[in-house]
């Protein structure tokens, strides 16, 4: 139902860079769940908080993780900032590479052009990178993670 | 921070129907959510199954309302269906009305070209609309629901 996908399920811990010509490069904590419901996607919820023992509550973010035609990988992705990712790509079973075929902004959201999503997932690990062309920057990275699968 | 939006955060159970020319009339149960995490938006997430005792799961989409330029709203939803609706309106203490500026859609999502919501919100009811153009066919009511507040 999943085409192998099931591997992402789980809730995943850790720390990840984030850097951008706009911005002072800064570190985050971050958990990342996929969760199944029994039909054929997967749901995904994120929340990243500031490194340190303040821990302040960053960005969220949550949407779906779908198999797509041909063997592929759909996702749908919500953003309170004001930003929706509709994602297409493909699926090795070990990697998610995903690019947007459209994003969606609000009137006050930041302009996002591309934003690119590399997911990475082992038994116990899951790393990922994201991409992306905004605010008039060309498209780079802007974000990479480790995080750990947490006791279920 | 949320322009009285926090009317409402809240789990709100009830019953819906749908109609559209595509399809035969049907009835659903419903639970939706709205909470609030310090932030200046609302996390959105809602569950829809079938009306009778077997209880079957049928629609979920989640995302974010969050208080727009002018004193309006802004949401993003995404659908595991393949959608992802980016949308601005109105909020007047008790009626948010919204439409979409955008619609995005992965390869094999169907063809949605317009939605409009329409959520009124008591201190003990939430009831919505939602309107839309889409498998070609015009702008029209496709959902009509009636929920109550659940005990916190």
């Given at each position: 139902?999943?085409?192998?996908?099931?591997?992402?399920?789980?809730?995943?811990?850790?720390?990840?860079?984030?850097?951008?010509?706009?911005?002072?490069?800064?570190t985050?904590?971050?958990?990342?769940?996929?969760?199944?419901?029994?039909?054929?996607?997967?749901?995904?919820?994120?929340?990243?908080?500031?490194?340190?023992?303040?821990?302040?509550?960053?960005?969220?973010?949550?949407?779906?993780?779908?198999?797509?035609?041909?063997?592929?990988?759909?996702a749908?992705?919500?953003?309170?900032?004001g930003?929706?990712?509709?994602?297409?790509?493909?699926?090795?079973g070990?990697?998610?590479?995903?690019?947007?075929?459209?994003v969606?902004?609000?009137?006050?959201?930041?302009?996002?052009?591309?934003?690119?999503?590399?997911?990475?997932?082992?038994?116990?690990?899951?790393?990922?990178?994201?991409?992306?062309e905004?605010?008039g920057?060309?498209?780079?990275?802007?974000?990479?993670?480790?995080l750990?699968?947490?006791?279920?």
């Amino acid at each position: 139902m999943l085409n192998g996908l099931e591997r992402l399920v789980g809730v995943w811990e850790g720390t990840g860079r984030g850097v951008y010509p706009t911005i002072e490069p800064f570190t985050y904590g971050e958990r990342v769940e996929f969760s199944h419901h029994g039909k054929p996607f997967l749901l995904y919820r994120q929340t990243t908080w500031t490194d340190g023992a303040d821990r302040q509550p960053l960005h969220t973010e949550t949407g779906y993780f779908r198999p797509g035609p041909d063997d592929g990988v759909e996702a749908v992705i919500a953003q309170p900032t004001g930003i929706s990712e509709i994602l297409t790509g493909s699926w090795d079973g070990t990697t998610v590479r995903l690019s947007t075929r459209s994003v969606g902004l609000t009137p006050s959201a930041k302009e996002v052009r591309t934003v690119e999503r590399i997911l990475e997932v082992g038994d116990e690990e899951l790393t990922y990178q994201l991409w992306m062309e905004a605010v008039g920057q060309p498209h780079q990275i802007h974000l990479a993670a480790h995080l750990q699968r947490l006791p279920s």
